[in-house]
């Protein structure tokens, strides 16, 4: 039978990028010169991205930038004449672009925007008219993507009139002297773009600046473990691209607001409840709260499918036991670290009954065991029994047990006996098997035997894991890379992965854990942040550019390892 698989495009060179905004607005820009390239939102009504996309949308004239993070996320720009910084304002759906002249002297801002775009996994240049305009009442500058509607529109204001105008798709604005700020809003239509950016600058710089990095600073507060630049990084990149709040101001969860990741756009429950969801509850019980409510309401109806839109319904179909148990875990996650919310547990009873009574369709005929349809790679599976999946299913009934009424403790025992029975294989876990027929040896980075202690299926004594845990380090697993940045991989990224690297901050191994460190201290990953994979070699990202999902799971690793 042919395996059919969509893998992950491997990247010949680096993409360069420098991700950037707030839960409202979404900025890539480029990290050796103060150029924005795109400027978006999600969009429930799109069930998408919605970007400005430019040649690039905006640029500060000069040359010989440097570049760099104000607190690991924030991008600055400086020349010896200029510094320029890129502020996405705490709950504020804008950008603003602080200009600082370190001697006199015009200072000019240009840009041009291409398309509107629409993203879920590839992007569609919307066909929209381009309409620019001068708001004499709040004094904004106006530019709207037109459809039978305005789909997007974006306003602009400068805390000093500039002394040259020329506004339209293509622009040019000039001033004889600075300091400045540019604010940008974004709305729905060109009533909400020009009000808000007259908000913004009203407002102005020091107060949003001021917000912003308090903001940020309560985000990080809590951490106290190694390499706290890298963990700040991927945090805060995690809090703002692998969550949004839409145009419509409703929060969604998504793999990545990132258009450098080629599945970008969508809701995975893997990504948004195993990865990531642990990374924000640790930084942000409150928002935590609000996360967990939404992928309960609006996305377990349709628990383990591959990919979802981010309005709910399947996007890419096919069920995976492992996203069906994300549901379940991610409660017991948080009612761990907060404590007991009957009135959480009530409302979220119904949905949570029908991701339980869908898994259960999955099990085998006498055995406590549950097939997948796809592996943690999304793909097909060779046997249809996962032992990791199996495993994870097993934690999240037994810690969801305490919370909830039933027989989910009972279940789950059954599930780790049948497991010690069945996936034993030559002294090891096999990783996929029919009970008592054929097995693989094997492991999958999104989805490793490595995990099976830190979520407490069983202990780092146990010999069946250490001798899985010697297989899958070792050189007999083909996907086992050495080299100068070593990690594992999979076939369908042959190449050693970031969640390699979580994987073995988890394991309690102090070797394996110290190699990792020493990858995510010294690799230049993509642009600083860890991708799905990297080159063994160069640290340079191969697959997976912009996960924000993964960054979330690797500043948790970082939070939740084990000295």
């Given amino acids: 039978m042919e395996t059919l698989l969509t893998p992950a495009p491997v990247l010949v060179h680096p993409p360069m990028h420098r991700p950037a905004g707030n839960l409202e607005v979404h900025v890539e820009a480029h990290p050796e010169a103060p150029a924005v390239e795109r400027l978006g939102v999600a969009s429930l009504a799109l069930n998408g991205l919605l970007d400005w996309v430019g040649e690039p949308l905006l640029a500060v004239t000069g040359e010989g930038w440097r570049g760099g993070r104000v607190d690991e996320w924030v991008p600055f720009w400086e020349n010896e004449a200029l510094r320029v910084t890129l502020l996405a304002p705490w709950g504020e759906r804008g950008v603003a672009l602080r200009l600082e002249p370190k001697a006199a002297g015009p200072l000019r801002v240009e840009g041009k925007a291409a398309y509107l775009g629409l993203r879920r996994f590839g992007e569609e240049r919307l066909r929209a008219g381009l309409y620019a305009a001068h708001d004499p009442w709040t004094g904004s500058y106006i530019l709207e993507a037109r459809a039978h509607r305005t789909l997007l529109s974006l306003g602009l204001q400068a805390d000093r009139p ?56 309560r985000l990080v507060a809590a951490y106290s473990g190694p390499l706290p630049e890298v963990y700040r990084r991927h945090l805060l990149f995690a809090y703002f691209y692998a969550q949004a709040n839409t145009l419509e101001g409703e929060p969604v969860v998504l793999t990545s607001r990132s258009s450098r990741y080629y599945v970008s756009g969508a809701y995975w429950a893997r990504d948004a409840l195993l990865w990531f969801f642990p990374a924000l509850l640790r930084a942000d019980p409150l928002r935590a709260r609000e996360v967990l409510r939404v992928a309960f309401r609006r996305y377990a109806p349709w628990p383990g499918e591959h990919a979802q839109y981010l309005g709910g319904p399947p996007l890419y179909p096919g069920f995976e036991l492992d996203q069906a148990a994300a549901y379940p875990l991610a409660l017991a996650r948080y009612f761990e670290a907060v404590g007991p919310e009957p009135e959480l547990l009530r409302e979220l009873r119904e949905p949570l009954e029908g991701v339980l009574r869908r898994i259960a369709e999955e099990k085998h005929p006498t055995l406590s065991l549950y097939r997948t349809f796809l592996s943690p790679t999304d ?6 029994y996962l032992t990791y999946d199996n495993a ?9 047990a305490p919370f909830y009424p039933g027989e989910l403790r009972q279940e789950a025992r059954a599930i780790r006996e049948t497991l010690y029975r069945q996936a034993e294989r030559e002294g090891r876990f096999a990783y996929s098997f029919e009970p ?16 099976l202690p830190h979520l407490g299926f069983c202990s780092r ?7 899985t845990a010697l297989w899958i380090l070792g050189p007999d697993n083909p996907y086992h890379y050495r080299g100068r940045f070593p990690g594992e991989g999979s076939a369908h990224f042959p190449f050693p992965s970031g969640f390699a690297l979580a994987n073995r901050l988890l394991s309690g191994l102090v070797r394996p854990a110290e190699e990792a460190l020493g990858v995510l201290a010294q690799a230049p990953l993509d642009q600083g942040y860890v991708p799905e994979s990297f080159d063994p070699e160069t640290g340079e990202v191969r697959t997976g550019a912009g996960f924000a999902a993964m960054a979330g799971w690797v500043a948790y690793a970082l939070a939740a390892r084990r000295p």
């Fill in 162 to 217: 500039p002394c040259r105008v020329d506004w339209g798709e293509r622009f040019v604005l000039e001033w004889a002297e600075g300091p400045l700020t540019l604010y940008l809003a974004l709305a729905p239509e060109a009533d909400g773009a020009r009000t808000t950016a007259l908000h913004l600058r009203r407002v102005g710089w020091e107060a949003l600046w001021r917000r912003t990095r308090q903001a940020l600073a």
């Fill in 379 to 384: 793909d097909p599976v060779r046997e249809p």
């Fill in 392 to 400: 994870l299913l097993c934690v999240a009934l037994e810690r969801l």
């Fill in 436 to 451: 008592g027929g054929p097995y693989t040896f094997a492991d999958e980075p999104p989805g490793s035997l490595l995990l």
């Fill in 461 to 467: 004594q146990d010999p069946l894991w250490q001798a």
